[in-house]
Every structure is written in structure tokens, then in C-alpha cells.
């Protein structure tokens, strides 16, 4: 039997620094430094994001050493985000991943951070069997996922356009909300009737998604409000939340039941940012209730951008061979 393999991950696709350390499939540690120079900006500016990194990956790697109780040297392994994202903030994790395995002479392995978000799913128990079909729903994905093993994945639809991450984020910049208004969303939502306004639903063929035509019908929709009554969205900022929220919520569940149903898929999960809407998470369970599936979220801390999800993907790549060389370079977009 091998000894165990102590894995060090890293994680820089956007403007979230994060280091982890594994013991095998374990996660002994995940700090995340949160870059707050966006808010101000209602979106990532990726030049500030890339700066940040460089400013937090050498103590977000040292905490993340300490929380685990790990010395550099035990470490056997190096896992990293190598797409997509963007592209400057992706570079800091790669340069630096690929440093520290040249100074250690350690192997490397570059992961797919969408692949990894499914992943975050094997971190606690219970964890999926399979086949397991999974919504990731990001920032900049959304996809359905049809998961036969720890890497056999097949992406089975995904956004034309925009994410739904981004229909969140544009429309709390419509509000005049901060970034990232996820979150922001999610809290109004709680306090509002989520019937009150109605938005259009997209139907794209098979298991695709479209979120750019509800971001439209929002601004018009916000644009002809103000102008009969400037407080407008001050006045019903909790229903204007709940009712897009809702919306939102329909299209990916529409499309998540008719996976399911047509593959006759009963264990089911969501990941990605997303998927800490508190709203989507009740709507799912209610969902897999109907239909008697069995229901996956990962915990908060790793449903957002971590680095235990890229050592889980790191650690399964590891043991199946799946390692690269020291010319790797990042990715802004890539398929897997
Ligand atoms: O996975 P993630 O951390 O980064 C990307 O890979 O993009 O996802 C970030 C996205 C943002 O759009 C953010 O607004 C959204 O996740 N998000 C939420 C919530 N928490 C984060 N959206 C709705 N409700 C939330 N509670
Ligand atoms: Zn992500």
C-alpha cells in the first residue's frame, strides 16, 4: 500500500484567491481570500483581480499549510486551475503552482475548474453515486452535467449567452446594487412575492439554457417603471428580487427535470455559486422530492470559487496518471 499523498491546490480563475491541502480525497485546509476592490465596480475588473492575486496567493498558501499542519516539504503533489477564467488572474495560479512544483521537484496536474465545481460534491458525505447529473451554475456557466465517474463527465447542455450567475449580477447592477449581486438578490428575494412581476421563461432546445432575454426584459421593464414612478425600485426592490430570483430558478429546473427524467437519473445535484441561492437550494429539494430523487449541495464554502474542489479534481487526475509538464500554460476558455 502507498504512503499517503499530501496534495497543495490552488485556485486564481477569478477574483477569488484560494489555496487547499489534501491528505488523499481529505481536505485538511481551504482558506479563500475574497477580493473587495469589484464591489465598487459592478463587476471583476480583471486587471485589479490579477494584482490581488499576486498581493494574496504566497499567505494564502502559508495559512493554508498551517491550518492543515503540513510543511511544504511533505506535500507530493501540485493541482491548479488551469482554465477557464480569466486570463491575467489565471496566470498568477499557474505561474505560482508551477514554481513551487520546479522548486520541490514535485509533479503537476492542471484541472478544469468547471470539472472541479462537480467535483465539490466529494469533499463530505454523503456524496453522489452514479450516474450523478449535476447543474453547475456559476458566474460564467451554466451547464448540466452528466457525471459516470469522478472524471467521465459530459457537458449535456450549457448557456448560450449569458450564465445565470451573470443574470443575477446584471440585474443587481440594474438595481443599483454592489457586486457580486448574487447574494444581495438572494437576501431582498426572502422578503418578497416572487409572483408579483413575471419575466419571460427561455426555451432553448434540449438542455440548453438563455438567460440574455431576461436580462433584457428587466431593464425595459425597469426603465418604463422609473419613468412613471422614479422610487420605483426603492419602493418593491423585495418583489422585484423574489419574481426574478423565481424566474431564474424556473429556467434551470426546467431544464434539470428533463435531464433526469429522460435518462431516468435519480441522483441529483447542483454546483457552482450559484448554488448557494437559498431560494434554488429550497426549490431543488421540493423538486427532488416529486420525483424521488436523491439530493446533492455542497456545503457554502464549497459551492463559491475554493481550492478544495481543484484538489478533488487533482487528487482523481493524480491516481488516474493525469499529470502535465512545466510548459503548461492557462487558458481563458477551454471544453474538457
Ligand atoms: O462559482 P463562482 O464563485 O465563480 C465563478 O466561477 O463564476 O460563482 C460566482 C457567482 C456570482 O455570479 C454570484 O453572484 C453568484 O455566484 N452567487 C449567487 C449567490 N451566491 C453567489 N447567486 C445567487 N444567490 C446567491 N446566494
Ligand atoms: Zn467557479
Redesign the pocket.
Given at each position: 500500500m502507498n504512503s499517503d499523498l499530501f496534495l497543495l491546490a490552488i485556485e486564481s480563475?477569478?477574483d477569488?484567491t484560494s489555496a487547499a491541502v489534501l491528505k488523499n480525497n481529505r481536505v485538511l485546509s481551504n482558506v479563500i481570500a475574497t477580493q473587495k476592490v469589484h464591489e465598487q465596480y459592478g463587476g471583476v475588473v480583471p486587471e485589479m483581480a490579477s494584482r490581488a492575486h499576486i498581493q494574496n496567493i504566497v499567505p494564502v498558501v502559508d495559512v493554508a499549510l498551517q491550518n492543515a499542519s503540513v510543511k511544504k516539504e511533505q506535500i507530493g503533489v501540485v493541482a491548479f486551475t488551469q482554465a477557464p477564467g480569466l486570463l491575467g488572474s489565471l496566470l498568477v495560479g499557474v505561474g505560482f503552482a508551477k514554481s513551487f512544483a520546479q522548486a520541490l521537484g514535485l509533479p503537476l496536474v492542471a484541472v478544469h475548474?468547471m470539472q472541479a465545481?462537480v467535483l465539490a460534491h466529494f469533499i463530505e458525505d454523503p456524496k453522489p453515486n452514479f450516474p450523478f447529473l449535476c447543474l453547475t451554475v456559476?458566474?460564467?456557466?451554466t451547464q448540466i452535467v452528466l457525471c459516470k465517474s469522478h472524471l467521465d463527465m459530459t457537458v449535456l447542455g450549457e448557456t448560450m449567452d449569458d450564465a445565470a450567475?451573470?443574470a443575477?449580477?446584471k440585474t443587481a447592477k440594474m438595481l443599483g446594487l454592489p457586486y457580486?449581486?448574487?447574494?444581495l438578490?438572494?437576501k431582498y428575494a426572502k422578503e418578497g412575492d416572487p409572483l408579483r412581476f413575471s419575466f419571460p421563461i427561455s426555451d432553448m432546445a434540449n438542455y440548453d439554457f438563455s438567460f440574455s432575454g431576461i436580462k433584457t426584459a428587466i431593464l425595459y421593464f425597469l426603465q418604463k417603471e422609473k419613468k412613471q414612478n422614479p422610487d420605483f425600485v426603492e419602493k418593491n426592490l423585495n418583489d422585484i428580487c423574489a419574481s426574478v430570483q423565481a424566474t431564474i430558478i424556473k429556467t434551470l429546473l426546467k431544464k434539470l427535470e428533463l435531464a433526469a427524467t429522460t435518462l431516468g437519473i435519480k441522483s441529483v445535484g447542483i454546483a457552482?455559486?450559484?448554488s448557494?441561492?437559498?431560494g434554488l437550494r429550497k426549490a431543488l429539494e421540493e423538486l427532488g422530492s416529486k420525483n424521488g430523487w436523491q439530493i446533492f449541495i455542497p456545503k457554502f464554502e464549497y459551492c463559491?470559487?475554493n481550492a478544495a474542489m481543484i484538489g478533488m479534481a487533482g487528487y482523481y487526475k493524480f491516481i488516474a496518471g493525469q499529470t502535465c509538464s512545466l510548459d503548461i500554460t492557462p487558458s481563458a476558455r477551454a471544453s474538457w
Open positions: 480563475s477569478c477569488e475548474h465545481h456559476s458566474g460564467g456557466h450567475g451573470e443575477f449580477d457580486p449581486g448574487g447574494p438578490i438572494d457552482g455559486g450559484v448557494a441561492n437559498s463559491t470559487d
